[in-house]
């Protein structure tokens, strides 16, 4: 069910958001809603990404999509989280010093051992907790296997790729500019994802009491805050952006940690079969029911994962002034990281990534996102060249799998914690509990 709330000439969306002075709406007339000014169907700037390279290529095993397949996903930019979004009413009302614990009490010990949970919170756990029948827990651990033997290479692609590529559109980005995060730190934004990818890419992660469902709904309950306070600024537009951190958009960055994972880990050599990338297609369908999105929307096959990315992305506005200005700010991140590290190898960092980034964006998105020219970009086939070599040995020598399997876990560990730089995660937008 889709839930609107509409006050004079604007439109909101979502159970749970404030809803003094509005007046609801719902079922047969959400549909009727125009799609927001930010659907642009076809994109100038993601026509380029897909009529070119590896967009072309990808397009080439699925077929195009038709525009009125485009439309019908473009109704999920009002559709929000209806769930969490009552919490996240609930914790503006208690106050997070209140709420927070009896959350955090809920994720280590269970919703039964809180007697004192109101109903939206038991509500929420009654889903988290159901563990769904078409979760298949051989694919959940082939998918942490093969993350966890991409070592370094994960992370770049979903740096220099998936992160990078996906500040080319402005209305995704625009829940970040309302957060203040372009005043933020880069760092810190860095930090916490690839915390959140660590803990739920672990062996057994996913179990009910791991890190990786414990974070997962952390985020889940944050991306529901965040969407309250964005949609309480009287500057947001629905009808210009659709509902702020929605489930079109939602589905999109899903994509980002799945297929367009996986076509980086092969732009950098990695070789993968049929069976992982299935796998890690599964592994990020289960991750997105945690993060409460819509099953029915997540794909079941990386062709398909495809398909769905091309509809969500054909449809996304370019970049704009925003776009650069977190762009440049991930390329320096280096420069501001909160570990130790010497000067010249922090300026080495920003080069490397600079140069990966150049690799896998084509010159359209270069050009739109401020990323210059630079030699290197060099590294992106060097590292194609290493890793190919090392994947050659990886089928003759026994054992072999597994020890990169367990090397590049512990490497992803380690600098998780570098990132981390004795801080812990913390998964809570503070600023919007005290406006």
Known sequence: MVTIYQRGGRTREGRGLKTENFKLKTGADAPGLPLPARFCFPSPAYSHVWNAGLGRLMLRLVGRPDESEVRRLGAQLYAGDPLADEVAR???????????????????EGIEQVPEAPESLRSLFAQVDEFPAWVDRDKLALASELVRRSGPLGGYVLRDLALIGGYQSSAINKPLVFTGALDGSAANRISETNNFWIDITRENGLERFAPGVRTAVRVRVMHALLRVRIQNNPAWRNEQWGLPINQ????TTNLAFSVVFLSGLRMLGLQISRREAEAVMHLWRYIGYLLGINVELLPETEKAGIHLLYCLTIAQPGADEDSR??????????????????????AMRVRFHHGLSRYFQDRHACR?????????VLVGPTLFAGVTLLELLRRVVPGLRGRYVGWGGRYQVWFNRKLQ???????TPVDSLRR
């Open 325 to 346: 200005a977190l762009a440049a700010a991930l390329l320096e991140e280096p420069l501001a990281a909160a570990y130790p590290v010497q000067p010249w190898k922090r």
């Open 90 to 108: 609930w914790v503006l009302e208690r106050g997070m010093s209140e709420a927070q614990p009896l959350i955090l009490r809920a994720l280590d």
């Open 368 to 376: 739109a996102l401020g990323i210059r020219p630079t030699p290197w």
């Open 248 to 251: 079109a958009d939602l589905v």
């Open 421 to 427: 730089a004795g801080r812990e995660a913390t998964y």
